[in-house]
């Protein structure tokens, strides 16, 4: 069958981007018995980024998969679900390491900070994307999904009788609802000029990026000699930090058993205060970055790219709306932040989760107003914004050690608490089969974060990102930023009191099997009644 001979065919549902987020929408919509067109202007298999798992991502992957009845989906909520069933090419992630540079000055063994993904509870991910976004496209297209790839749309039209799409070579196709997961270029927010001009991210960055081989474990160099965190750097990903940006290292080759000898590297900066330089190669950029950086390149001395740089201008970009007539933008359709935190897949996951349920209704019931999906572009308008506070706020805690170690511990109590919602959503769900446990989690006071934990940690974001932007405007000394949010952490009541998120001497995080017995007594005596449900 050509592609024209799809044109007589009308889809319950189009979607752009046959990526991670197309390919898992593709195959929840397909496995309940929605009439899937999934089309990508590429093929497979492919390079992307948007590598490293976090827990929260894991919990939101089973959340899809048993919710949506697809079993294939849960392999990617673990380790050894990926390396079995997925791509043994993957690595393994154990931590989230951060490593405080100053330029011109020796590293300082004291200034790391870590937060460990327990070994005894789960090992989280790096994704080799080539592998698992094909996987999760074949497995759309197994459970009936309709693909074309090598395809690109050029035209759309939206409308109360659905959707009209033209392809660059003339043909046309027909759906009810039209999903763009495609990313930055997205030919939903060009045909309907849904971007932000300019963006109203308030974090600025660019980045250049690649897979090597011949990486060194940073636990080998020298500068790392002195450390004392709880797993190893290279267990997990790591982040190289310092004034102006971070450095990414992400191993595919750091567990027994490693066939893949390759490590993602990506320098992120911000464009403003370290502008692009067009007479320079990415490759020159990276090694004139490690000549004023000499312990971080510790880690290249024998490292070399196997594939193209890729560099970037200015990463931010966002929308205005997500949702219109018969359309939704997803993921990196919808706007981008950053890759610190490696929110983005679960940001996808996420939007997968609450929109798979509504195209499923709508197929079947045949409404497909707009009100039914306005939930969406609130999700997703708020997680970009949370992110952007997250990151806006790194950026500037990376001018000084203090107000940095004080914004991780406000980064470890995002992702901390509403893991800790989700999971218990999930074992709630697979107590009772009830959906509404899962309906209920989109209830939110703020849009972005879960209750009952999101009121709280917005309030914190907030006063985080207002007291860095008194900092960036000269307005508040760093040392002083620091410990006012120390001292707003150690006083958050829906903070468990165990985990010590205000301690600036608390560094390194490790949930061992003690210290979540102590959080759980907590909860149970301690917690504000609102917390305490999560505990019971």
């Known amino acids: 069958m050509n592609n024209n001979d799809h044109a007589h065919e009308r889809y319950d549902v189009a979607i752009l981007g046959a990526g991670m987020a197309g390919g898992m ?305 997803t993921a990196h359709a919808a706007g981008f932040i950053d890759a610190l935190y490696s929110r983005g897949l679960t940001n996808t996951v996420e939007v997968v989760n609450s929109l798979a349920w509504r195209l499923i209704e709508a197929a079947r019931t045949g409404d497909w107003s707009t009100e039914n999906f306005a939930y969406i572009d609130d999700l997703q308008q708020g997680l970009y914004d949370v992110h952007d506070d997250l990151v806006y706020s790194s950026f500037v805690g990376f001018g000084h050690y203090d107000l940095w170690n004080a914004v991780t511990r406000v980064w470890e109590a995002t992702s901390i608490m509403p893991t800790m919602t989700v999971e218990r959503a999930y074992r709630a769900f697979m107590d009772n089969r009830d959906e509404q446990v899962f309906k209920d989690l989109e209830n939110r006071t703020t849009p972005g974060l879960p209750d009952p934990v999101g009121a709280d940690i917005h309030a914190l974001l907030t006063l985080t990102r207002t007291t860095c932007q008194a900092v960036e405007a000269g307005g508040l000394e760093p040392a002083e930023a620091a410990a006012l949010l120390f001292e707003e952490l150690d006083k958050a009541a829906f903070l468990p009191e165990p985990f010590a998120l205000g301690d600036p001497d608390n560094t390194c995080f490790e949930a061992t099997p003690d210290l979540l017995g102590q959080a759980l007594q907590w909860g149970r005596t301690k917690a504000p009644e609102h917390i305490a449900r999560l505990f019971g």
């Open 25 to 329: 929408l593709g195959a929840v919509l397909a496995r309940n018995g929605v009439k899937v067109l999934l089309i990508d202007a590429g093929t497979h298999p492919r390079f992307a980024v948007g590598e490293s798992t976090i827990p929260y991502t894991s919990a939101m992957t089973r959340i899809v998969a048993e919710r949506y009845q697809v079993p294939e989906i849960e392999h990617l909520a673990s380790f050894r679900g990926i390396q079995d069933k997925v791509s043994a090419m993957s690595g393994r992630k154990q931590n989230f390491g951060f490593v405080y540079h100053r330029e011109g000055l020796p590293q300082n063994p004291q200034e790391i900070n870590q937060l460990v993904v327990p070994e005894w509870q789960r090992t989280e991910s790096h994704l080799f994307r080539q592998d698992t976004d094909a996987y999760l496209f074949h497995l759309a297209v197994r459970y009936g999904a309709t693909a074309l790839l090598a395809t690109r749309i050029t035209g759309i039209e939206t409308g109360t009788d659905g959707v009209l799409l033209r392809s660059e070579a003339g043909a046309e196709y027909r759906a009810e609802y039209l999903v763009d997961g495609s990313g930055f270029r997205s030919p939903v927010a060009d045909a309907f000029d849904l971007r932000e001009n300019p963006t109203r991210a308030r974090h600025h960055s660019r980045t250049l990026f690649t897979h090597m081989v011949g990486v060194t474990p940073y636990d080998d160099a020298p500068s790392a000699a002195a450390h004392k965190q709880p797993s190893p750097w290279h267990h997990g990903t790591l982040h190289h930090v310092f004034d102006g940006g971070w450095l990414w290292v992400i191993p595919f080759d750091n567990h027994d058993g490693a066939i893949s000898p390759l490590c993602s590297v990506g320098l992120t900066l911000d464009e403003r205060v370290f502008p692009k330089d067009g007479g320079q190669s990415p490759q020159q950029e990276f090694d004139a970055f490690l000549a004023r950086f000499p312990q971080i390149a510790e880690q290249f001395t024998n490292a070399r790219a196997v594939r193209p740089w890729v560099s970037t201008g200015r990463l931010q970009y966002s929308s205005s709306s997500t949702v219109g007539e018969r359309y939704c933008l």
